[in-house]
């Protein structure tokens, strides 16, 4: 069993930065991705990352502000999130992607994290 847990949330202000941060009891050979739910929607994809980190995947509200990356020996993944906006306020998870399919889809990740709330007022 894998597990994962998110930290780095918080509340910011409009324009501001979080970096995300997700450690893994292990990560070998999988793909990661990170999440959002806002409240009364549905989990939507933000970014993800393979395992090489040589590809990276965006949705298009977060290209050019956000990075995703990853450190393997460390089991980490991380989400700079720049020039944050409120629309980004959600309970943002971070997943491992263990089976194949699109990375855009949560459908072929198989273990999640608990959760970190970003806020950001405006």
């Known amino acids: 069993q894998v597990q994962l847990v998110e930290s780095g949330g918080g509340l910011v202000q409009a324009g501001d930065s979080l970096r995300l941060s997700c450690a893994a009891s292990?990560?070998?050979?999988?793909?990661m991705g990170w999440f959002r739910q806002a409240p009364g929607k549905e989990r939507e994809f933000v970014a993800a990352v393979t395992w090489s980190g040589r590809s990276t995947y965006y949705t298009d509200s977060v290209k050019g502000r956000f990075t995703i990356s990853r450190d393997n020996a460390k089991n980490a993944v991380y989400l700079q999130m720049n020039s944050l906006k409120p629309e980004d306020t959600a309970v943002y998870f971070c997943?491992?992607?263990?089976?194949?399919?699109?990375?855009?889809?949560?459908?072929?990740?198989?273990?999640w994290g608990q959760g970190t709330q970003v806020t950001v007022s405006s």
């Open positions: 292990a990560l070998s050979g999988y793909g």
């Open positions: 997943a491992i992607k263990q089976f194949g399919g699109s990375y855009y889809s949560p459908t072929p990740y198989h273990y």
